[in-house]
């Protein structure tokens, strides 16, 4: 229901782009996320969408440098992340059916497959 595509092996600095498309009208009627899970620790937010009309919340480790955004006509969203660290290194997850908290969003109910996301110094 959930395609992350975009990840990839990068450079200290350089830029992602990543992708999730939705099988159906996820984006437009329910709250989604991007999350993270690093090797060993736990799956953590990184950003998302309270629902279909509201402005994206940011995890601090990624505000200034991650842009989350969505195309609701063709049920995509976007991860672009630049500057990239090799502290951000994780499998990435698009999410969505999600619950709204006051600074994060989740926890969510339908879950992608997961791109790789490795950043070399």
């Known amino acids: 229901q959930l395609v992350e595509s975009g990840g990839g092996t990068v450079r200290a600095g350089d830029s992602l782009n990543l992708t999730c498309e939705a099988s159906f009208g996820t984006f437009t009627s329910y709250a989604s996320a991007w999350y993270r899970q690093a090797p060993g620790k736990d799956r953590e937010f990184v950003s998302g969408f309270p629902w279909s009309g509201g402005s994206p919340f940011y995890a601090d480790s990624v505000k200034g440098r991650f842009t989350a955004s969505k195309d609701n006509a063709k049920n995509m969203a976007y991860l672009q992340m630049n500057n990239l660290k090799p502290e951000d290194t994780a499998v990435y997850f698009c999410?969505?059916?999600?619950?709204?908290?006051?600074?994060?969003?989740?926890?969510?109910?339908?879950w992608g497959q997961g791109t790789q996301v490795t950043v070399s110094t």
């Open positions: 999410a969505g059916s999600c619950y709204v908290g006051s600074t994060t969003i989740g926890p969510c109910d339908v």
